[in-house]
């Protein structure tokens, strides 16, 4: 286990000061811990153990300067929530958003829905969304409480609508859940819970619900510590004695600037402009949704059911249908081609449902939705953390921005006040935006 690479990695990832101590007094462990640069002593051990070391790195840990001002950019979801934790903290935050309201962009949908999509393998992708969505739902039931309005809790089947999605159930289904997070469900049980006649079984997320975006943005916003600037446009970035200085425009072109300690950038895949973050892998990732005419048959849906795509139930007229995924299009124009591609994906969910729906004759030319742009970043791991002393970014939150923002925004709030973080190191350390990052992974 013992090896010189293993030693100066523990260097690598210590502050000046820290310390340790092993029963291990073997020589050339202690050589070892010498040559990556700790201080080493031998001293008396424990129970059977003669002799111990013990050691430190020489210096002191770096004393951080009580944050008290942040500037956030980007009012979507990941800066309101970023901005909610601080607030939460005492920190007094400078909410920018460039748009004349908060969720503008990607957080503005009329409803998104709270799901996260799962794999067996518990890498540290897999741990991050179990923990956001544990802390998504504990974080709304305060923020967005469930009123049927601005957030419903119905519940969300994942249909083994294909093979290959069959065979991600089968192996979820095969590890233990609490039956609150998941539990598989047959065909039968599958259209009983959500009212509509189903021909798969699937997976049964009693806590999954949709909610309204930009309402959850209000609510995470809502504070007396966070003063929003909509109608400002952040264009540049520049490190100064204090912290940092952020510079733009208003909406009548006035020139404007502010400092703080701390700045985090919320921007979607929008970043270019900020020279620090330019090499960030962020790629634009246009989506629409469709705005689907209940049927009285259709009303009988009471949950969320996601295949390929996903429909929620109506809100007495219209059903949320979703979404679109095209890479690198940054358009927002709303396209009947879309809509035909989002009706197609209703037949995966039930051909009765999409014929009861009248899908084949409604006109894709005249049908509403909403069209914006997801920020993905290769792995699907967003890039939340500090990129330089005091620069932070909660970016790259994909298809579940939802789910993940809050968590995120915690996580920063916590490594910014020098609290202990929310989430095992090695999860941190993946989530974390560092210079020069390029991730190999495919989304
Ligand atoms: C069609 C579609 C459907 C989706 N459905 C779901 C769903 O059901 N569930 C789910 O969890 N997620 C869903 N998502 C993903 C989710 O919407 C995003 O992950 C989330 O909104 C990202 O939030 P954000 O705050 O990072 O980005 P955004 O909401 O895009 O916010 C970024 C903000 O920064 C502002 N900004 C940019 N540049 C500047 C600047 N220079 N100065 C000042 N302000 C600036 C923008 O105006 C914008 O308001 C969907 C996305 C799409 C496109």
């Given at each position: 286990?013992?090896?010189?690479?293993?030693?100066e990695?523990?260097?690598r990832?210590?502050?000046?000061?820290?310390?340790?101590?092993?029963?291990?007094c073997?020589?050339?462990?202690?050589?070892?811990?010498?040559?990556?640069?700790?201080?080493?002593?031998?001293?008396p051990?424990f129970?059977?153990?003669?002799?111990?070391?013990?050691?430190?790195?020489p210096?002191?840990?770096?004393v951080?300067?009580?944050?008290?001002?942040?500037?956030?950019?980007g009012?979507?979801v990941?800066?309101?929530?970023?901005?909610s934790?601080?607030?939460?903290r005492g920190?007094?935050?400078?909410?920018?958003?460039?748009?004349?309201?908060?969720?503008?962009?990607?957080?503005?949908n009329?409803?998104?829905?709270?799901?996260?999509?799962?794999?067996?393998?518990?890498?540290?992708?897999?741990r991050?969304?179990?923990?956001?969505?544990?802390?998504?739902?504990?974080?709304?039931?305060?923020k967005?409480?469930?009123?049927?309005?601005?957030?419903?809790?119905?519940?969300?089947?994942?249909?083994?609508?294909?093979?290959?999605?069959?065979?991600?159930?089968?192996?979820?289904?095969?590890?233990?859940?609490?039956?609150?997070?998941?539990?598989?469900?047959?065909?039968?049980?599958a259209?009983?819970?959500?009212?509509?006649?189903?021909?798969?079984?699937?997976?049964?997320?009693?806590?999954?619900?949709?909610?309204?975006?930009?309402?959850?943005?209000?609510?995470?916003?809502?504070s007396?510590?966070?003063?929003r600037r909509?109608?400002y446009?952040?264009?540049?970035?520049a490190?100064?004695?204090s912290?940092?200085r952020?510079?733009?425009?208003?909406?009548?072109?006035?020139?404007w600037?502010?400092?703080?300690?701390?700045?985090v950038?919320?921007?979607?895949?929008?970043?270019?402009?900020?020279?620090?973050?330019s090499?960030?892998?962020?790629?634009?990732?246009?989506?629409?949704?469709?705005?689907?005419?209940?049927?009285?048959?259709?009303?009988n849906?009471?949950?969320?059911?996601?295949?390929?795509?996903?429909?929620?139930?109506?809100?007495?007229?219209?059903?949320?249908?979703?979404?679109?995924?095209?890479?690198?299009d940054?358009?927002?124009?709303?396209?009947?081609s879309?809509?035909?591609?989002?009706?197609?994906?209703?037949?995966?969910?039930?051909?009765?449902?999409?014929?009861?729906m009248?899908?084949?004759s409604?006109?894709?030319?005249?049908?509403?939705?909403?069209?914006?742009?997801?920020?993905?970043?290769?792995?699907?791991m967003?890039?939340?953390?500090?990129l330089?002393p005091?620069?932070?970014?909660?970016?790259?939150?994909?298809?579940?921005?939802?789910?993940t923002?809050?968590?995120?925004?915690?996580?920063?709030?916590?490594?910014a006040?020098?609290?202990l973080?929310p989430?095992p190191?090695?999860?941190?350390?993946?989530?974390?935006?560092?210079?020069g990052?390029?991730?190999?992974?495919?989304?």
């Open positions: 286990m013992w090896t010189q690479s293993v030693f990695k523990i260097v990832i210590s502050q000046p000061g820290a310390s340790f101590a092993t029963y291990t073997a020589g050339w462990v202690r050589r070892g811990l010498e040559q990556a640069g700790f201080q080493v002593s031998k001293s051990g129970g059977r153990k003669r002799e111990m070391l013990q050691g430190h790195l210096g002191s840990p770096p951080r300067a009580k944050v008290t001002k942040v500037i956030v950019i009012g979507g990941a800066g309101c929530a970023v901005a934790a601080l607030a939460m920190v007094s935050v400078t909410l920018i958003e460039s748009a004349p309201a908060l969720a503008a962009a990607a957080s503005g009329p409803r998104g829905i709270l799901h996260i999509r799962l794999s067996a393998g518990m890498d540290s992708l897999q991050f969304l179990l923990a956001s969505y544990g802390h998504a739902l504990a974080l709304l039931d305060e967005l409480p469930i009123d049927g309005i601005a957030r419903a809790e119905c519940g969300e089947l994942q249909l083994a609508f294909s093979a290959q999605e069959a065979k991600r159930i089968d192996r979820l289904a095969a590890l233990d859940w609490p039956a609150h997070v998941l539990r598989r469900v047959d065909a039968a049980e259209s009983e819970l959500t009212g509509i006649e189903l021909a798969h079984g699937g997976l049964w997320f009693p806590a999954g619900g949709w909610l309204v975006p930009p309402q959850m943005c209000e609510a995470l916003a809502a007396p510590a966070i003063v909509t109608g446009r952040a264009e540049s970035l490190a100064v004695e912290g940092w952020v510079e733009g425009k208003d909406e009548r072109q006035q020139a600037s502010d400092e703080a300690q701390v700045v950038v919320c921007t979607g895949y929008q970043v270019k402009s900020f020279a620090p973050l090499h960030l892998p962020l790629t634009p990732v246009r989506g629409q949704i469709t705005m689907l005419p209940a049927t009285p048959h259709s009303e849906l009471r949950t969320i059911v996601s295949a390929n795509g996903y429909l929620a139930p109506s809100d007495g007229e219209l059903h949320v249908l979703g979404a679109t995924h095209d890479f690198n940054e358009a927002v124009d709303l396209r009947a879309d809509h035909a591609e989002n009706l197609s994906k209703l037949a995966d969910i039930s051909p009765t449902l999409a014929k009861s009248n899908i084949d409604l006109d894709v030319e005249q049908l509403n939705g909403r069209a914006s742009v997801r920020a993905s970043v290769p792995g699907a967003p890039l939340v953390g500090e330089l005091g620069l932070y970014t909660s970016l790259g939150h994909g298809t579940r921005g939802l789910i923002a809050g968590l995120s925004g915690e996580l920063i709030a916590a490594i006040c020098g609290q973080l989430l190191l090695a999860v941190v350390n993946t989530l974390a935006p560092v210079p990052l390029v991730r190999q992974v495919g989304d």
